[in-house]
C-alpha cells in the first residue's frame, strides 16, 4: 500500500547475498563454507507485510457515503454543525480558578470561618449513638464519610463550572489513549476481499480465483474496478455469465483486459481511488468561511461530478494544468483502462498533459511525426451533420454571442458543397479542394457539375445551383469561410486532415470504446488554427456524444485552453452532455476570453465551477453573482463610555485608565440575520491565496456543494 492509498503491484524482490570471501586463501578451500543469511522478507524501504496484505488492506478501508466532493478514502464523518469549543487559554483558566475557588471554600468550612451550619445535616439524620460514641474508630468513620461526601460535592460543582471533564477530554486523555487494534476483517458476505456478489450470482469459482490472486499480490486497484465493470456489463444482460466466469477462472487478475493490454499507467502523480473512481487534487481549508462537515477534508473529483462539466478560471500560473487537469486527465486515463471511460484531451503540445505512452491515440496536429491524423469531418458520412460541425468550427466565435445566435446560413453553404462532392466522390473534400470550392473558382466547380451530371445527381445539382447563386451575394457568408479554413491550409498542415485513406485519422466516433486520446495543437505560430481545432473536437465531441449506443461509458473532453471555444453552440450543447454520462473539462485564463453574453449562460450551463487565486475583481463579481447569497449571522458590537458619578468610581476609572490605556466602556453585542454574498468579488480577487481555488461543486443526481476554499497543494 502506498501513502496515498493506492495498491502498488510492483513485487518485492531481495538481492542474494554473496558468499563472503575466506580469510585464509585457497588454504580455507576445503573448510565448511559460511551459511548464508536469510532472505529478507521484504524489500529495504517497504512496509512490513506482504503485497497480498497490503492490496487487501486498501480493499476493505470504508468509503462512507459522503457530500460532493469528499475523498470518501478512509473518510471519518464530521458534523455538520461546528460544536462550540472553548478557547484553551480561556478553558484551563477557568479550571484553575475553579478549583482555587472549592479549595477556598474547604479551607473556610474546614477551619470553621463559616461556622459549624455545614454539619447539621449529619446531627440531624444520624442517631447521636452513631455521631457521639465514645468509639474512636467509629467516629472516624462516620466523620471522615461525612467530610468525604462534602468534598466530593465541592469538588463535583467546581469541576462543572470549570468544565474539567473537557479539560480531560482535550488534554489528558490523548496521551493517555492507546492504538486501536486492527478492525477484524467484515463477515465474508459483506467482505470486498471475498466478492460476495460474484458469489451470490453463482460466480464462485470465479471469486475463489480472484481471492487466491489478491491473497498472492497479483492483483491491481485497476484490477478490481476492470473486473468490477466487467461484472457490471453481466448484470446488465450485456455479456453472458459463463464466459464471464471462463475468462477470470482462466486469467484471474488479469481478466477482461483493456484493448491495449495495459494494466496501470507508468507512473502516476496523483492520488487516486479507483473503487470510487476519485481523484484527490487538494484539502479543504480549516475556514469559517467552508462547512464545517467539509474542513480539513480531502477534496476529490470524478465522473459523478465531471458529468456536470468543470469550468476553472486562473490567470497564468495559478496551476491550472498541474493541479486540475494533469490529474483529472490522468484520473480518466486509468478509468479508461479499466474500461470505464473515455477520453480525449487537448492542449497545445508540451503542454504538461502526460506522457504519450499514458495514451492509445496522440494526435499531433502540425508535426511531421504524427503516426494519427484528426478526421475533419468526424467520422460522420452526413453531409449536413459534418457542415454543422464543420460550420461551428470555423465561424461559431463570428456569430451573435447572445445565446440565440447560431450559423445556420454557414452551415448551409458548407452542407450545398459538400453533399454534391460525396455524391460523386465517396468522401469528402480535402482542404485544399474545400478551399477551392468556397472560393468559388470555375475550375473545382466546372468538374463537380460535370460529374454530378453524368452521374445523373439532379437533387445535388439544384445544391451546387443555389450556392453558385448565392455566391458573391452581400452578406454571403462563403468568403468567410473561404479565408478560416485557409488557415488550415498551410503547409505545415499539408500531410494532415486527407480524406483519401492514405492516412491514419481519428474520429470521435471512438467513443464507443474506451480510448485515451491526446491531441496536440500548434499553438506555436498557428494560434488561430488551434482554435479552430479545439472549437472542432468540441463540436465533434458533443455531437458523437450524444449518438453513442452504449452511454454507460463515460466520455469527457479535457481542453486545457478553451480561449475561442465558447459559442452559443457550444453552451447550449454542454447542457445537454449530463443526460449523454459525458462531461467536459474546460479552462480559461480569464472570463474575457468568453464573449460577454455568453459568461453568465456559460457559469449556468456546467456545474462545477472553479476561482483559481490571482482572479481579476470583475471575473470575480460573475462568479459571485452565480454562487449567489446567503443568511448570516451578523454581530454588531457597540462601545459605550461609563461615566461615573460618585468620587470611589471615578477613582476606580482612572486607576483602571492608568492600566489599560483605555476609558472604561461597557460593550453591547447586537446579533441579526443577514443576506450576504457567499464570495464577494473582492475576496476572490484579494483573500484566495496562491496556490488556493474556491470551487463549487454539483453531480449528476442535483446534490450540490457551496463555494468552498480548497489548497490545491494538499
Known amino acids: 500500500m502506498t501513502s496515498d492509498g493506492m495498491y502498488d503491484a510492483r513485487g518485492t524482490h531481495a538481492t542474494p547475498v554473496p558468499r563472503p570471501a575466506s580469510p585464509r586463501g585457497d588454504a580455507a578451500a576445503g573448510a565448511r563454507p559460511v551459511p548464508l543469511p536469510p532472505r529478507p522478507a521484504r524489500a ?34 464530521r458534523p455538520a454543525q461546528e460544536p462550540e469549543t472553548v478557547p484553551t487559554r480561556q478553558l484551563l483558566s477557568g479550571a484553575v480558578i475553579a478549583f482555587l475557588v472549592g479549595w477556598l471554600l474547604w479551607s473556610l468550612l474546614w477551619n470553621d470561618y463559616l461556622g459549624g451550619w455545614w454539619v447539621v445535616p449529619l446531627e440531624l439524620f444520624l442517631p447521636d449513638a452513631w455521631v457521639y460514641t465514645g468509639d474512636r474508630f467509629g ?4 466523620w471522615n464519610t461525612y467530610y468525604t461526601a462534602i468534598a466530593l460535592g465541592i469538588m463535583v460543582t467546581v469541576g462543572r463550572l470549570g468544565r474539567w471533564g473537557e479539560v480531560w477530554r482535550r488534554f489528558v486523555a490523548p496521551r493517555l489513549k492507546r492504538p486501536a487494534p486492527a478492525a477484524p476483517p467484515p463477515p465474508p458476505d459483506e467482505d470486498p476481499a471475498q466478492w460476495p456478489k460474484l458469489r451470490a450470482a453463482g460466480a464462485g469459482a470465479a471469486a475463489d480465483r480472484l481471492v487466491a490472486d489478491a491473497r498472492a499480490g497479483l492483483m491491481r486497484d485497476i484490477d478490481v474496478a476492470r473486473i468490477a465493470r466487467a461484472w457490471r456489463s453481466v448484470r446488465s444482460g450485456n455479456s453472458p455469465l459463463a464466459a464471464f466466469t471462463e475468462a477470470v477462472v482462466r486469467d484471474g487478475a488479469t481478466a477482461c483486459p483493456h484493448p491495449s493490454g495495459d494494466r496501470d499507467l507508468p507512473a502516476r502523480a496523483a492520488r487516486h481511488d479507483l473503487a470510487t473512481a476519485q481523484v484527490r487534487i487538494g484539502t479543504t481549508v480549516d475556514d469559517p468561511r467552508n462547512p464545517y462537515a ?22 497564468a500560473g495559478s496551476g491550472k494544468t498541474g493541479t486540475v487537469v494533469w490529474p483529472l486527465a490522468e484520473s480518466l486515463c486509468l478509468q479508461a483502462l479499466a474500461g470505464r471511460a473515455a477520453v480525449v484531451v487537448v492542449g497545445a ?15 499531433r496536429v502540425g508535426h511531421p511525426d504524427s503516426v494519427y491524423d484528426l478526421d475533419l469531418y468526424g467520422g460522420t458520412s452526413d453531409p449536413d451533420e459534418a457542415a454543422g460541425m464543420l460550420a461551428e468550427a470555423l465561424v461559431g466565435d463570428l456569430v451573435d454571442p447572445h445565446i440565440g445566435g447560431d450559423h445556420r446560413r454557414s452551415t448551409t453553404v458548407l452542407a450545398q458543397l459538400l453533399g454534391p462532392f460525396h455524391a460523386v466522390n465517396g ?36 445544391e451546387l445551383d443555389a450556392r453558385e447563386r448565392q455566391a458573391g451575394h452581400p452578406g454571403d457568408p462563403g468568403a468567410v469561410l473561404a479565408d478560416r479554413i485557409a488557415l488550415l491550409d498551410r503547409p505545415a498542415f499539408a500531410a494532415f486532415f486527407d480524406t483519401s485513406g492514405r492516412s491514419t485519422p481519428f474520429s470521435l466516433r471512438a467513443l464507443d470504446h474506451p480510448v485515451r486520446v491526446r491531441i496536440d495543437l500548434p499553438e506555436r505560430g498557428h494560434a488561430d488554427a488551434s482554435r479552430i481545432l479545439a472549437r472542432l473536437v468540441l463540436a465533434q ?34 447542457q445537454r452532455l449530463r443526460s449523454a454520462n459525458a462531461g467536459v473539462v474546460m479552462t480559461l485564463r480569464t472570463l474575457d476570453d468568453a464573449p460577454r453574453p455568453l459568461r453568465t449562460p456559460l457559469l449556468g450551463a456546467v456545474g462545477c465551477r472553479m476561482a483559481l487565486s490571482g482572479l481579476t475583481p470583475w471575473d470575480g463579481q460573475d462568479f459571485a453573482e452565480v454562487w449567489g447569497k446567503e443568511w448570516t449571522e451578523a454581530r454588531d458590537v457597540t462601545d459605550r463610555q461609563i461615566i461615573a458619578e460618585t468620587p470611589a468610581g471615578k477613582a ?35 483573500a484566495v491565496p496562491p496556490g488556493h481555488a474556491v470551487l463549487s461543486l454539483t453531480d449528476v443526481r442535483g446534490e450540490h456543494a457551496p463555494p468552498l476554499l480548497v489548497d490545491l497543494r494538499g
Open 44 to 77: 529495504p524501504g517497504t512496509a512490513p507485510g506482504t503485497d497480498g496484505e497490503a492490496f487487501l488492506a486498501w480493499l476493505r478501508t470504508p468509503r462512507p457515503k459522503a457530500a460532493p466532493g469528499v475523498w470518501r478514502f478512509g473518510h471519518v464523518p
Open 139 to 142: 467516629n472516624a468513620v462516620v
Open 294 to 315: 467539509y474542513r480539513g477534508t480531502g477534496l476529490a473529483l470524478g465522473p459523478d461530478l465531471i458529468g456536470t462539466s468543470l469550468l476553472a478560471v486562473g490567470p
Open 349 to 363: 503540445a508540451g503542454a504538461g498533459l502526460g506522457p504519450g505512452d499514458d495514451y492509445d491515440v496522440v494526435v
Open 427 to 462: 468522401r469528402f473534400p480535402a482542404v485544399p479542394e474545400l478551399r477551392a470550392l468556397l472560393d468559388g473558382a470555375p475550375g473545382p466547380l466546372g468538374a463537380l457539375r460535370t460529374a454530378l451530371q453524368q452521374a445523373g445527381q439532379d437533387v445535388m445539382l439544384r
Open 541 to 574: 465531441f458533443t455531437a458523437s456524444a450524444a449518438v453513442r449506443e452504449d452511454r454507460s461509458l463515460f466520455a469527457c473532453l479535457v481542453l486545457d485552453d478553451a480561449t475561442g471555444t465558447v459559442t452559443p453552440e457550444a453552451v447550449r450543447r454542454l
Open 652 to 686: 476606580v476609572h482612572v486607576l483602571r485608565r492608568v492600566i489599560t490605556g483605555h476609558a472604561p466602556t461597557a460593550r453591547a453585542v447586537t446579533v441579526r440575520q443577514v443576506e450576504r454574498e457567499r464570495w464577494s468579488a473582492s475576496e476572490l480577487a484579494h
